[in-house]
């Protein structure tokens, strides 16, 4: 009788090591697939950039480039009727400084309104970002489309204009810090909620008591859902003239 339990007691806990041990490959399974790797091209955002010399609209954006390698190609892939596509190479900017993997190419394109994808080549590979098979759409009065970027801060003729980030949630806080000597210290000033653009981004208004001049430097804060996304300008911040 006593082998008997013991062989029950034997039994259920070799049941329960099994159960702990599917628990523990399950979770790190799960966690494994919840992981997505980061894309090797996508757009930062675009945005209308105004009447260009020749009377047209024009638009202008930032892609982000994983640098897999010194020779790349970056071509933005456009139609304006939906029948007709285009190609338009994007030109290097600089390495990001805020994210060290990534290079910084720029476009701009006279013409409006466009849709398009993102053509990436480099190694022999071509990889694209054609924004989850929908390709991206840009049209007056959409002023911005944004993508790896939660939050920009458009300009207008080189001024900065109205701040536009994702809406990622009901309660959001953007801030403007600024610096009037070189960042030695700061203040936070409170932007103000605006519009929503669409059901996707929201419109807040730069806050009017920034001090001006030439040694004036800030950036955007937007924080939610317990994250901080920060607009400096690509490392080079915006100036409040």
């Known amino acids: 009788m006593k082998n008997v339990k013991k062989m029950i007691?034997?039994?259920s806990a070799m049941m329960l090591c099994c159960l702990l041990m599917a628990n523990i490959f399950s979770t790190h399974a799960n966690a494994a697939a919840n992981i997505q790797a980061?894309?090797?091209v996508q757009l930062y955002y675009a945005q209308f950039s105004g009447p260009s010399r020749a009377s047209y609209e024009s638009y202008f954006g930032y892609v982000a480039v994983k640098n897999l390698g010194s020779d790349k190609n970056v071509v933005?892939?456009?139609t304006k009727d939906g029948q007709t596509w285009n190609d338009l190479a994007a030109v290097y900017v600089k390495a990001d400084p805020n994210d060290p993997e990534y290079d910084i190419y720029s476009f701009n394109i006279l013409t409006s309104p466009i849709t398009f994808a993102i053509k990436?080549?480099?190694?022999g590979q071509t990889y694209w970002d054609n924004n989850d098979g929908n390709n991206y759409h840009m049209e007056n009065p959409n002023l911005v489309v944004l993508g790896k970027s939660f939050v920009k801060t458009v300009t207008i003729n080189n001024n900065p204009t109205i701040i536009y980030v994702k809406n990622l949630a009901y309660q959001k806080t953007v801030k403007?810090?600024?610096?009037t000597n070189n960042w030695?210290?700061?203040q936070d000033v409170d932007a103000k909620f605006y519009k929503a653009e669409n059901e996707n981004i929201d419109e807040w208004n730069i806050p009017q008591n920034i001090p001006t001049g030439t040694d004036v430097k800030y950036e955007v804060l937007y924080s939610v859902n317990g994250n901080t996304y920060i607009?400096?300008?690509f490392g080079?911040?915006?100036?409040?003239?």
Do not use: K, M
């Open 9 to 11: 007691q034997l039994v």
């Open 38 to 40: 980061e894309p090797n």
């Open 76 to 78: 933005i892939h456009y």
């Open 120 to 123: 990436y080549q480099v190694n």
């Open 176 to 179: 403007i810090r600024y610096t």
């Open 184 to 186: 030695n210290s700061y």
């Open 231 to 233: 607009d400096n300008n």
């Open 236 to 241: 080079d911040y915006y100036t409040n003239w």
